[in-house]
């Protein structure tokens, strides 16, 4: 399928717009994302539940992330999915990333995910993230090099079913890719 193949140079591609973790935009894509994880359920029944559902999520990364931004993702003018991102001691949490179900599989996950990486990079800073266990996107995360660790950024364990994954700071990974630039190899272990 042609029309389904990664954007050519997708991250050059995609754009970041600031926006509230209440704009009408994110809240659409998120409700989305909500909605097809109850399939066969009639709308009348799942439209609450979902708004139900996003305005505990909204105000869970809150609580949790008060620092939290919240960006629009947007590929050729069109927006395709939101992120939130959150300031942590020695790096940045990504706190939510979705993709519209239609927009899935083009490589704008992964675009994404390269500025944000380069980002932390620039400033020598982990990158930490959690997840649900058997989700598609930990396979995602892992091609980028997340891996597995016992807590999450703030230091504490995972929610059961959920997965703490960090990106190590450029200096401490064992990595042929530039850091800063910088294109020699660190030695140091990346935990």
Request: hydrophobic share 40%; charged share 25%.
């Amino acid at each position: 399928m042609a029309d389904r193949e990664p954007p050519h140079g997708a991250a050059h591609a995609v754009r970041r717009e600031p926006v509230g973790l209440d704009d009408p935009r994110l809240l659409e894509i998120l409700h989305e994302v909500l909605r097809e994880r109850l399939p066969g359920l009639p709308e009348a029944s799942v439209a609450p539940l979902v708004a139900m559902q996003a305005r505990a999520k909204t105000r869970s990364l809150l609580d949790a992330h008060p620092d939290a931004s919240a960006e629009l993702v947007s590929l050729d003018g069109v927006v395709v999915g939101y992120l939130v991102i959150a300031p942590v001691p020695g790096g940045l949490h990504l706190a939510d990333l979705a993709v519209r179900t239609a927009e899935r599989g083009r490589g704008i996950g992964g675009a994404v995910l390269e500025r944000l990486e380069a980002q932390a990079d620039a400033v020598d800073a982990e990158l930490g993230l959690t997840v649900w266990h058997d989700e598609p996107a930990r396979r995602l995360y892992e091609r980028h090099g997340f891996e597995t660790v016992a807590v999450d950024d703030a230091g504490a364990a995972a929610v059961p079913g959920y997965l703490a994954l960090r990106r190590a700071r450029c200096s401490t990974r064992r990595t042929a890719s530039p850091c800063n630039g910088d294109t020699s190899t660190s030695s140091s272990s990346a935990q």
